[in-house]
């Protein structure tokens, strides 16, 4: 006997299909009880994605407030100033908002205010590989947190 499968999926004949990210959620019950899966798009048997056996994990994203202690600074490399931006005299100050995993990485940058084609977006993007910072704390343990930074391009 099939066990019942109830949620936001497609049952279907591979266990379910999802075509959203984090959107897919199921309730799997069989012999050694009930379970909830959630998890992004895909079929099969994997573990925190799509419908199946597995059970799956959501990762918790902390915003500036909702920890015992919010990321900070470590170092910041600061990046080279664009060519083209230097050579016309442009300036810009821009709003970063920055992912910062478990071990103090950037894990994204978004990147706000960048006049374009002066190539001041790239400029961050590369430069950030190298930035550390310390991780947001939660009850002792590193969690991966959203920070806002302002940054500033300006000529001397």
């Known amino acids: 006997m099939a066990a019942p499968v109830a949620g936001l999926v497609d049952p279907g004949a591979g266990g379910g299909a999802g075509n959203a990210p984090g959107l897919d959620l199921g309730l799997e019950g069989g012999p050694d009880g009930m379970a909830v899966a959630a998890g992004g798009g895909g079929k099969g048997n994997g573990i925190g994605t799509g419908t199946g056996d597995g059970v799956g994990t959501q990762r918790m994203i902390y915003q500036l ?40 990485r950037v894990e994204k940058l978004e990147v706000q205010g960048a006049p374009p084609g002066y190539g001041f977006e790239t400029a961050i993007q590369s430069a950030s590989r190298d930035w550390r910072f310390k991780p947001a704390q939660l009850g002792g343990v590193p969690v991966p947190q959203w920070v806002r930074i302002p940054y500033t391009f300006h000529l001397e």
């Open 65 to 104: 407030g909702q920890v015992d202690q919010d990321a900070g600074v470590d170092r910041l490399v600061d990046p080279p100033y664009p060519r083209r931006a230097k050579e016309d005299g442009v300036q810009a100050t821009l709003e970063l908002r920055i992912l910062v995993d478990e071990r103090g």
